[in-house]
């Protein structure tokens, strides 16, 4: 099997190490950047299958990272953060990531959520290889190339949104609950919350709203939960 490859983005060497550590132990390649510096040139030129990304770094700080990222690529993303660095788990979310861990942390629960977040990534593909092209009010999503569209501009969305996006769009006007969205897009949901779908579907309708001045077609149904709007 080859060894899938883990990019540490860390400033604080002894941390560093024990992540380095972790993840070599568990069978991962590594490679480890100590500033946000040139992370995202690293990604665009080499094959990356998740990144470590400490919040607070010399130069860029982690969300910007995630921002930057998210405009061209979904690649797994879980933050790292210190203990009393004020961020709520949400506020990660949003920028793109797909996870979040606090220092200090053990080793176990940091490889527990490489492989959830690995897993996560693996199953979307899986899951929507075989499914069709889906056509619907101006978008156009082809799970293939994990690719959508709306009225022709790429939507660059994460892998969970993407998810979410696909499952309203092939039930158009249906209302889904947070519970019924939850259960669909992840395979785990113990560590899920309502809030987290909020966030989701805000960034999605964000993204969409980039290109549509009027109508947005996802909307929220008051007291129940989501759905695509038919649009002309
Ligand atoms: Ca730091």
């Known amino acids: 099997m080859i060894k899938q490859k883990i990019l540490i983005v860390e400033d604080e060497e002894h941390i560093?190490?024990?992540?380095?550590?972790?993840?070599?132990?568990?069978?991962?390649?590594?490679?480890?950047?100590?500033?946000?510096?040139?992370?995202?040139?690293?990604?665009?030129?080499?094959?990356?299958?998740l990144m470590l990304l400490d919040l607070m770094l010399p130069d860029i700080d982690g969300l910007e990272i995630c921002k930057q990222l998210r405009l061209f690529s979904q690649l797994p993303v879980i933050m790292v953060t210190a203990k009393g660095e004020e961020i709520d788990r949400l506020f990660g979310l949003e920028f793109g990531a797909d996870d979040y861990i606090c220092k200090p942390f053990s080793p176990r629960e940091v490889v527990a959520r490489i492989k959830a977040v690995l897993r996560r990534a693996d199953n979307n593909v899986a899951n929507q290889s075989h499914e069709h092209i889906i056509r619907q009010s101006g978008f156009i999503m082809e799970p293939n190339k994990y690719k959508a569209t709306f009225k022709g501009s790429d939507l660059t969305l994460t892998p969970?949104?993407?998810?979410?996006?696909?499952?309203?769009?092939?039930?158009?006007?249906?209302?889904?609950?947070?519970?019924?969205?939850?259960?669909?897009?992840?395979?785990?949901?113990?560590?899920?919350?309502?809030r987290n779908i909020d966030t989701?579907?805000?960034?999605?309708?964000?993204?969409?709203?980039?290109?549509?001045?009027?109508?947005?077609?996802?909307?929220?149904?008051?007291?129940?939960?989501y759905k695509c709007e038919q649009l002309a």
């Open 200 to 225: 989701h579907i805000k960034n999605i309708r964000k993204k969409i709203n980039r290109f549509s001045s009027d109508a947005n077609p996802i909307c929220s149904v008051y007291g129940v939960g």
């Open 160 to 194: 969970i949104e993407f998810k979410i996006l696909a499952l309203l769009l092939n039930n158009v006007e249906r209302v889904y609950s947070r519970d019924e969205i939850m259960n669909q897009v992840y395979l785990d949901t113990a560590d899920v919350s309502d």
């Open 16 to 49: 560093a190490e024990v992540l380095i550590a972790y993840c070599q132990n568990n069978g991962y390649k590594v490679h480890h950047l100590t500033s946000g510096h040139g992370v995202i040139d690293y990604i665009k030129t080499n094959q990356v299958d």
